[in-house]
C-alpha cells in the first residue's frame, strides 16, 4: 500500500506545485494520476521515489517514510520501485537482455555491479521476463534497435527484474502508437492483478485512464480535486480536474 | 490575378563590379607581390647562386627520396628505433587514457558537482596550453634527459587531451538513462560502467586511437630533444650531424610506412564499431 500524505512542493517562492497531496494507491489496482498540462502529475510521481526532494508531507509505502530514509535505505526502497518512462530510457547500445539484467544492479554490491556479474539463474529469469513480455527473439537485439513499444516493454522487463512491490509509470505512452498503447496497458493491468502490485501511472489520455485504471486521482494546479474508483468519475468531477486557471481563461477569451 | 507593374531599373552610367571587399584584396595582393618582389631583388644570398642551388636541392631530394639508405646505422638498430617510437607512443597513450578516465568522471558536469567539473577542467585546459616538447623538457629537467622523461611528458599532455575528450563524450550521454537506473537504487559506480561506459565506448576508442597517432608523432619529435634514443633521435643525427641524406630519406620512408598503417588500423576499428552502432 502507498500512501502519500500532505505532500508539498514549490520550485520557487510564487508559485506551490504541490498543496497538501494525499492519495492512496492499493497493490493489484492500477491507479493513474490525470490532470492538465503543468498540474503536478510528475512532481508527485518523482516525489514517490524521492527522484524530486519535495518540501514536507510523508510518503509511506508499506508503513515506510520514503522520504525518512538515509541514502542506503533509500537505494534498497528504490530497488524496491519500478519505473517505466517516456522515452524508455535504455541504454541503447546494449541488448535487449542487457537492459533487463540492469533491474538486478541494485541489489549488488559496488564490485560486482561495475562487473556486471550476473548469476545464471538472473539472466534466466531476464530471459523469461522478456518472453512474457512477448519479446523473445529480440532478447539480443541492441535496443536502439527496437521499435517504441518494444522498447516500452524492454522498460516493463526492467522494471519486473527488481522484483518490485511497485511500479511508476511516467507517461508510459505518450510516445506510442494506438497498437502499442494497447499492449503496453494490457501488460501493466494484467501485471498489477498478477503479481499484487501497485501501479501508479501518469496519463495524458483520459479515454485510456477511464479503460484501464481501477482508482483515479485528479489533480488541477497541485491540489487533488478528485480521488475515487473509475466509476465515480463524473461529468463534473472532470471539468474540475481539467478547469483551466482563471488567467488562462481571460488570454483565452482575449484571443 | 493582380499584375504588378514595375518601374524599369535605371542602372547607373558606367557599371562597377569592383565591390569595396573586392578593392580590399587585389590593394592587399598588389602589396604583398610588390614586397615579395623587393625581397628577392634586395635578398643577401653570399654567393650563393639560385641555379647551381636549386640543382643541389633535386640532387639533396633526389638522394633522400629515390636513394634511400640506411647510412652509417643498420637495418636492425633503426628498425629497433622505430619499434622505441612506437612503444613510446603506445604506453604513453595506455597511461594517459587510464588516468584520463578516472579523471574525466570528475570532470563530467552530469557525474560531478559543478565546483569540481570546473576546476578539473580549468586545470587541464592550463596543462594543454603548453606544448607536449616543452612538458617533456620541464620534466628533463627534474629526471634527467632520457626516455622516462619523453614518457612521463608526453603522459602528461596525454591526459589533460583525454580527460577533454572523454568527459565532454560522457556528457553526451543522456541524462534520463542515467536517472532511469539512479532510481531503481543502483550505486555509482555501476551506472558508470554499465550504463555510461557502453553508451560512450565507439568516442573512447576513436578519441584514444587519435591520441596514439598524436603521440606517436610527438615521441618522434621528442625523441630528437630527450635523447630517448628512438627514431627521431637518429633521423636528429643523420640530418643534423651525419648529413647523411639516404638515411633521412629512408627513416622519412618507414615514419611514412606506420602513419598509414596506423590509418589503416583507424579506419577498421570506427567501422567495426560503427556497424554495432
Known sequence: ?255 | MKTVKQAPISLPPKLSLLTRPRRILRTVLGGLTLITLYALLTLNTAGLKISSAMSSLGNNLNIMFLHPGVGQDTWSLLLRALVTSISLGLLTTILGALFAFFIAMGAARNLAPAWLANTIKAAMAFIRAIPTILWVLIYSVVMGLGASAAVVGLTFHSIAYLVKAYSESIEATPAETIEALKASGVRFWPIVFQAILPSIIPALLSWTFIRFEINFANAVAVGAAAGANDIGYYLFMASGFYFNFHEVGLIVYLLLAVAVVLEIISIQLRGHYLKQN
Do not use: W
Request: with cysteine; net charge neutral.
Open chain 1, 1 to 255: 500500500m502507498l500512501k502519500v500524505i500532505d505532500l508539498d512542493k514549490s520550485y520557487n517562492r510564487q508559485k506551490q506545485s504541490l498543496k497538501a497531496v494525499s492519495f492512496t494507491a492499493k497493490p493489484g489496482e492500477v491507479t493513474a494520476i490525470i490532470g492538465p498540462s503543468g498540474a503536478g502529475k510528475t512532481t508527485i510521481l518523482r516525489s514517490v521515489n524521492q527522484l524530486i526532494k519535495d518540501d514536507a508531507g510523508q510518503i509511506l509505502l508499506d508503513d515506510e517514510d520514503i522520504r525518512q530514509a538515509n541514502k542506503s535505505d533509500l537505494r534498497r526502497i528504490r530497488h524496491h520501485i519500478g519505473m517505466i518512462f517516456q522515452n524508455y530510457n535504455l541504454i541503447g547500445p546494449l541488448t535487449a537482455l542487457e537492459n533487463v539484467l540492469h533491474g538486478r544492479l541494485g541489489a549488488k554490491s559496488t564490485f560486482a555491479g561495475m562487473l556486471g556479474l550476473y548469476s545464471a539463474t538472473e539472466k534466466n529469469e531476464a530471459a523469461k521476463l522478456l518472453q512474457d513480455v512477448g519479446l523473445a527473439d529480440f532478447a539480443l537485439q541492441r535496443c536502439d534497435q527496437l521499435s517504441g513499444g518494444q522498447q516500452q516493454r524492454v522498460g516493463i522487463a526492467r522494471a519486473l527484474m527488481q522484483h518490485p512491490k511497485m511500479i511508476l509509470c511516467d507517461e508510459p505512452i505518450a510516445s506510442l502508437d494506438p497498437k502499442s498503447t494497447k499492449l503496453v496497458m494490457d501488460i501493466l493491468r494484467e501485471l498489477a492483478q498478477s503479481k499484487q502490485l501497485i501501479i501508479l501511472i501518469n496519463l495524458h489520455q483520459l479515454d485510456i485512464a477511464q479503460t484501464y485504471a481501477d482508482h483515479i486521482v485528479g489533480i488541477n494546479q497541485g491540489t487533488i480535486v478528485f480521488e475515487g474508483p473509475e466509476r465515480a468519475l463524473t461529468p463534473e468531477k472532470l471539468q474540475a480536474i481539467y478547469r483551466q486557471p482563471e488567467t488562462k481563461a481571460v488570454t483565452a477569451d482575449a484571443n
